[in-house]
């Protein structure tokens, strides 16, 4: 099943929203969700993330593509993982998500984090923000 979610920051902060139905259901993710019929990847994340938070998007860049299951044991999912440049406006938690929370990157709460696909991706990303904020060549990463 295809899925897509945003990686949405402000300053040295990531924001994740905390699921409010199973799988998982208390748990931080990226916001996002599933792809709907006939819908492409990048419409179905300006429209999730209306639904869940009242953003509108700004910018949508593609970031990487990850693989999990939805639940222990559930379906597998593909997940087209964005990086998002939001429209200014207040946060409206709403469908699918009880709360939205801005964490510092150094304090993401990984074991708080509901899908290991997730998890990875975000430690491998800020991985290379931090060494490209280091300086490291292009070379080199």
């Given amino acids: 099943?295809?899925?897509?979610?945003?990686?949405?920051?402000?300053?040295?902060?990531?924001?994740?929203a905390r699921r409010a139905h199973p799988p998982h259901a208390g748990t931080w993710d990226l916001p996002g969700?599933?792809?709907?019929?006939?819908?492409?990847?990048?419409?179905?994340?300006?429209?999730?993330l209306r639904e869940e938070l009242g953003l509108r998007v700004r910018r949508a860049r593609p970031i990487v593509l990850a693989t999990d299951r939805y639940g222990p044991g559930?379906?597998?999912?593909?997940?087209?993982?964005?990086?998002?440049?939001?429209?200014?406006?207040?946060?409206?938690?709403a469908d699918d998500v009880?709360?939205?929370?801005?964490?510092?990157?150094?304090?993401?709460?990984?074991?708080?984090?509901?899908?290991?696909?997730?998890?990875?991706?975000?430690?491998?990303w800020l991985g290379r923000s931090r060494r490209s904020a280091r300086g490291t060549p292009a070379s080199d990463r």
């Fill in 33 to 48: 969700g599933f792809l709907e019929a006939d819908e492409t990847p990048e419409s179905g994340l300006k429209r999730e």
């Fill in 98 to 124: 009880s709360e939205a929370r801005w964490f510092p990157r150094a304090r993401l709460p990984y074991r708080e984090i509901a899908f290991p696909s997730i998890r990875r991706t975000l430690r491998a």
């Fill in 74 to 93: 559930g379906f597998p999912i593909l997940t087209l993982i964005y990086r998002v440049t939001p429209e200014p406006g207040r946060l409206s938690p």
């Fill in 1 to 16: 099943m295809p899925a897509v979610v945003a990686v949405i920051t402000r300053g040295d902060t990531i924001l994740l």
